[in-house]
Structure formats: C-alpha cells, structure tokens
C-alpha cells in the first residue's frame, strides 16, 4: 500500500510539473502578444522579454490554486516581464509601465464591447448583474483575494478586495509600478457600459488606498 501511495503521489507530482511547464511555457510566449498590443515588438525585446519572464518565474511560488495559476502565468508574469525587458533595454519605469498600461488597454478592448453589447438591453443587464456576484469569486479567489461583500441585490452588487494577489505578485518582483495599469482594465471594460449600469470605484490597492471598493449599480425606470 505504501509502495502504491508513493507512486500515485509521484505521479500527480509529475503531472502538477507538466502542467507548471505547460502553463509557464504558454505565458512566456504571450509576451511577444503584450508587445504587439503595445507596437513594441521587436526581436530583441521579444528575447529580452522571454527570458526576463523565466527569471520572474523561478522566483514566485507556485500556486495551489488552479485560478491563481492562470494569473501568474498569464497575468503577473508576462506584465513584469514586459516591464524589466523595457527598463533594461533603456527605457525608463514610467515608460515601461505606460507600456503595460498601453497593452492591457488594447487587449481589454474586445471584453469591453461585449460587455457593451451585453448590456445594451435590459434582458443582459439583468444577467450581467447576477455574473458579477457569481464570477467575481470565482476569477479572483481566496486567498489570492480578499473580498468583502457589501451588497448582492438585483440593483446593486458591491464589494471591498483588502487583498490581491497580481499586486503582490508584482511586488515580490520589485515590478509593483506596473499594478495601477491592472487596475485600469476595470475602467477600460466598465467605463462605458450601458448607462443603466453604473460603474464606481474610489480607490484600489495599488494606488495606496486601504481596500478596491467595487460597485455596480443597476438603474431602472422604477429605480432611476
């Protein structure tokens, strides 16, 4: 039984490795995506970028959480990568990091039409408010974050995160200049929804303040 238990253990090890490789392999090659968003794509960034991804790599923990892995390898990771590939090939920080801002921004661009387009009518008003409560929990997860909820009512759906794991993640690889940027895509995918729905935020984390205050609000004729 021993015998069976350690091989089963060594072969979800073995998976959990493939499945690290995998992932990481897949998020240094979304950089080159990042700096063509950004039209900085040059093949000596392109190299710079990748192998400044594999050294941020080697440096974080690896998350047990499957969500958290996806962020790091695709989130975190490719943003700080592309962050150090341009400060060390003589860009400065504020460059660089109106660079990330650049990248998220564009390639945020076709969530936020769909999301115009999704509340455009009140039939997709309605459950854009219910995905709120429902996704936000599951794409931005304990313990990665720490959300608080403040309301889950039809017409207003509200919570405080005092954690998150990108921002603490881009400070362990001293790239934390970066996380306003992420912060940004919020206002690039909300600011211009249907006017019924109402997106408000008074600070975040990463621009010093104690907590991302979150809120929709969903305004109707018998609300206004």
């Known amino acids: 039984m021993g015998a069976l238990l350690e091989g089963a253990m060594a072969g979800s090890y073995a998976t959990a490795l493939v499945a690290r490789a995998g992932l990481l392999r897949a998020g240094a090659a979304s950089t080159q995506v990042w700096l063509r968003a950004a039209h900085r794509d040059t093949p000596r960034l392109r190299q710079a970028a990748r192998a400044a991804y594999r050294r941020h790599a080697a440096r974080l923990p690896w998350p047990t959480h499957r969500v958290l892995r996806l962020h790091q390898a695709f ?17 400065t920080s504020a460059d660089a990091t109106r660079t990330v801002h650049h990248a998220l921004t564009v390639m945020a661009r076709p969530r936020a039409r769909l999301f115009r387009r999704l509340t455009a009518t009140e039939r997709g008003r309605r459950p854009f408010m219910r995905a709120a409560v429902v996704a936000s929990p599951r794409l931005f997860p304990d313990p990665g974050w720490h959300a608080h909820w ?43 929804l249907h006017p019924q729905i109402r997106w408000h935020r008074t600070g975040t984390l990463a621009t010093g303040s104690t907590r991302c205050d979150f809120c929709f609000t969903h305004q109707t004729p018998d609300t206004g």
């Open 75 to 91: 989130s975190v990771l490719p943003g700080a990568a592309v962050y150090t590939a341009l400060t060390e090939h003589g860009g």
């Open 150 to 192: 403040r309301d889950r009512s039809p017409g207003r759906v509200a919570f405080d995160m005092t954690r998150c794991y990108d921002l603490d993640m881009l400070r362990l690889l001293d790239a934390a200049a970066i996380a306003p940027a992420y912060c940004a895509v919020e206002d690039a995918l909300y600011s211009h």
